[in-house]
């Protein structure tokens, strides 16, 4: 017998939500990360996450939902424009028949609920400081070679599941080929503070510098992630922050006022990269590791907790954690989700990227279309939401899987 069920390797938000999705069931999960054991909050950046209202029911099947509701700020209505144009359009959750859209959350905030949730989780035991250095299959289980302070060692599991990020160590070790492409842009994160309350609003801008999103926090704060070209964004990041609180409404206009105050910057590099394939024998990619998104549709993470409803529901059926079959329905399950999901963010982004004055045109003309046709509004409203079909399997209900 292997020492484990299931071995996830990466304990981010990807890998910490599978663990706590597995929580139920009669397996014996490990999980491994090459971060050191988190004493210390202010490690995790200053990202905010928009959170679909199909992630929410997630969330409440695996149980953290109650924790994260009272620092979770609704997304009541969802106005995307362009700077220069006369178009734009407005999605509300009235019109949908929902509460709300979405949530937007600090990633420290998501994390500390996870975290909280595994940290007394009976089935499940961690290695912090800990890499995966190698991977052999026989077909009866996978043998990791792991690396730590202390040397190396050898672990049996059924399963290996790989949620160690878009640089994934386990999808080199498997072969598993990716396609990557890079954007030439960075993102720069901030928590700001409007003038004008921002009435549960997320703004999306498509701003002449790249596209910026300003999303709802709690405290009237808004999460802004402002995509550039690295150069733009290495001069944007040594403003004083006054300067830089100054700069934004020349992007992103007025409709909140000006900026009174902001939290930390930080910068991300973008580019996507997709996996050619999701499962290798016994072996299977989650989250980052399976596809990397530009984070201008907030997709990245609500297509990972999709992956993790679908692979907490397939384990909860079969006995052996790494039978061949279930790795093909995983990997037909997941796939068209992962691809159209990916090319809906990297369409739009593409679209808004042209600098063509009548294209500026068509676009503005195209939000205004989108603004009197309710039917696309509401459909891509539930897309957005991360309603997708077929929505088998609890979780997706707001359900825990037994
Ligand atoms: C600026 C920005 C804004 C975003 N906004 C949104 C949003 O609004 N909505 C949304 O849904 N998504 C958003 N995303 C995407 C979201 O942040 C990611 O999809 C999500 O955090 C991915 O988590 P992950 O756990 O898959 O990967 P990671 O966070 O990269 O975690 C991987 C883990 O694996 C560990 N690891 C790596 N290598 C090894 C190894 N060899 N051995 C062991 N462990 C290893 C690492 O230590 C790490 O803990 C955004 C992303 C960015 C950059």
């Given at each position: 017998m292997s020492d484990y069920d299931v071995s996830i390797i990466g304990g981010g938000l990807t890998g910490l939500s599978l663990a706590a999705a597995l929580a139920p069931l009669p397996l014996r999960v490990l999980m491994i990360d090459s971060r050191p054991a988190i004493t210390d909050l202010a490690v995790y950046d200053e990202r905010s996450l928009a959170l679909g209202f199909g992630s929410r029911l997630i969330y409440g099947g695996i149980g953290i939902w109650d924790a994260m509701a009272a620092n979770a700020s609704p997304i009541e209505t969802v106005h995307a424009s362009e700077q220069g144009s006369l178009g734009s359009t407005r999605l509300k959750a009235a019109d949908c028949g929902v509460a709300a859209l979405g949530y937007v959350v600090t990633l420290r905030d998501l994390a500390?609920?996870?975290?909280?949730?595994?940290?007394?989780?009976?089935?499940?035991?961690?290695?912090?400081?800990?890499?995966?250095?190698?991977?052999?299959?026989?077909?009866?289980?996978?043998?990791?070679?792991?690396?730590?302070d202390s040397g190396s060692r050898q672990i049996t599991t059924a399963l290996l599941v790989g949620a160690d990020g878009g640089a994934s160590a386990s999808r080199q070790l498997l072969g598993i080929d990716t396609t990557t492409k890079d954007y030439n842009q960075v993102a720069i994160v901030a928590n700001i503070e409007p003038r004008e309350p921002h009435r549960h609003i997320a703004f999306e801008r498509f701003a002449h510098s790249g596209p910026m999103a300003m999303l709802p926090l709690t405290d009237n704060r808004c999460a802004m992630v402002w995509s550039l070209p690295p150069e733009q964004a290495e001069a944007?990041?040594?403003?004083s922050d006054d300067a830089f609180l100054a700069d934004i409404p020349r992007h992103f206009g007025?409709?909140?006022?000006?900026?009174?105050?902001?939290?930390?910057?930080?910068?991300?590099?973008?580019?996507?990269?997709?996996?050619?394939?999701?499962?290798?024998?016994?072996?299977?990619?989650?989250?980052?590791?399976?596809?990397?998104?530009?984070?201008?549709?907030?997709q990245g993470l609500n297509l990972a907790l999709r992956d993790v409803a679908v692979l907490a529901e397939l384990l909860a059926s079969f006995d052996d954690p790494g039978d061949d079959m279930l790795l093909q329905i995983y990997q037909q399950r997941r796939k068209p989700d992962i691809d159209a999901t990916a090319n809906y963010s990297d369409g739009l982004l593409r679209l808004f990227s042209y600098p063509m004055p009548i294209l500026a045109h068509l676009r503005g003309a195209g939000l205004i279309a989108l603004d009197r046709l309710p039917p696309l509004k509401k459909r891509l409203a539930r897309l957005g939401?991360?309603?997708?079909?077929?929505?088998?399997?609890?979780?997706?209900?707001?359900r825990a899987v037994r």
């Amino acid at each position: 017998m292997s020492d484990y069920d299931v071995s996830i390797i990466g304990g981010g938000l990807t890998g910490l939500s599978l663990a706590a999705a597995l929580a139920p069931l009669p397996l014996r999960v490990l999980m491994i990360d090459s971060r050191p054991a988190i004493t210390d909050l202010a490690v995790y950046d200053e990202r905010s996450l928009a959170l679909g209202f199909g992630s929410r029911l997630i969330y409440g099947g695996i149980g953290i939902w109650d924790a994260m509701a009272a620092n979770a700020s609704p997304i009541e209505t969802v106005h995307a424009s362009e700077q220069g144009s006369l178009g734009s359009t407005r999605l509300k959750a009235a019109d949908c028949g929902v509460a709300a859209l979405g949530y937007v959350v600090t990633l420290r905030d998501l994390a500390t609920a996870l975290e909280q949730r595994v940290s007394t989780q009976p089935n499940l035991t961690r290695l912090h400081s800990t890499r995966l250095t190698a991977v052999d299959s026989d077909g009866g289980q996978v043998t990791l070679s792991v690396e730590d302070d202390s040397g190396s060692r050898q672990i049996t599991t059924a399963l290996l599941v790989g949620a160690d990020g878009g640089a994934s160590a386990s999808r080199q070790l498997l072969g598993i080929d990716t396609t990557t492409k890079d954007y030439n842009q960075v993102a720069i994160v901030a928590n700001i503070e409007p003038r004008e309350p921002h009435r549960h609003i997320a703004f999306e801008r498509f701003a002449h510098s790249g596209p910026m999103a300003m999303l709802p926090l709690t405290d009237n704060r808004c999460a802004m992630v402002w995509s550039l070209p690295p150069e733009q964004a290495e001069a944007i990041m040594a403003l004083s922050d006054d300067a830089f609180l100054a700069d934004i409404p020349r992007h992103f206009g007025y409709r909140l006022g000006d900026f009174l105050s902001t939290g930390r910057r930080d910068m991300f590099p973008l580019k996507m990269t997709l996996a050619h394939r999701l499962t290798a024998q016994r072996s299977l990619l989650l989250g980052n590791a399976a596809h990397a998104l530009h984070p201008i549709a907030g997709q990245g993470l609500n297509l990972a907790l999709r992956d993790v409803a679908v692979l907490a529901e397939l384990l909860a059926s079969f006995d052996d954690p790494g039978d061949d079959m279930l790795l093909q329905i995983y990997q037909q399950r997941r796939k068209p989700d992962i691809d159209a999901t990916a090319n809906y963010s990297d369409g739009l982004l593409r679209l808004f990227s042209y600098p063509m004055p009548i294209l500026a045109h068509l676009r503005g003309a195209g939000l205004i279309a989108l603004d009197r046709l309710p039917p696309l509004k509401k459909r891509l409203a539930r897309l957005g939401m991360g309603f997708r079909k077929p929505l088998q399997g609890p979780l997706f209900h707001g359900r825990a899987v037994r």
